[in-house]
């Protein structure tokens, strides 16, 4: 099974840029669609982002459409997720998860990183 790991959190005031990264360890990494999640505190996990297998795809929540951006490197066994403009309602804990197949989606997702806290400030 494939491990994600997480990294790229931190504080950062609005208006400011994160780069959040995600490692993977496996083979089946690059043969699947990849994604970021967020939660906030006393909310539910939401969608934020997905990207295909090979990259060509990709899908962003209305919330964060225009200021992030998912990419892969699967050379690196890698998936990174640019924040740009950040808003304090973009504050919660941010999860890398595996889809169990090749294309885009919002569900189906089995594999699951730790997280990694973002923090914006007013």
């Known amino acids: 099974q494939v491990q994600l790991v997480e990294s790229g959190g931190g504080l950062v005031q609005a208006g400011d840029s994160l780069r959040l990264s995600c490692a993977a360890s496996?083979?089946?990494?690059?043969?699947?669609?990849m994604g970021w999640f967020r939660q906030a505190p006393g909310k539910e996990r939401e969608f934020v982002a997905a990207?295909?297998?090979?990259?060509?795809?990709?899908a962003y929540a209305g919330s964060v459409k225009g200021r992030f951006t998912i990419s892969r490197d699967n050379a690196k066994n890698r998936v990174t997720l640019q924040m740009n403009s950040l808003k304090p309602e973009d504050t919660a804990v941010y999860y890398c998860?595996?889809?169990?197949?090749?294309?885009?989606?919002?569900?189906?997702?089995?594999?699951w990183g730790q997280g990694t806290q973002v923090t914006v400030s007013s």
């Open positions: 990207i295909s297998w090979d990259g060509g795809s990709t």
């Open positions: 998860a595996q889809r169990r197949s090749s294309s885009l989606g919002t569900r189906e997702y089995d594999n």
């Open positions: 496996g083979r089946t990494f690059s043969s699947r669609a």
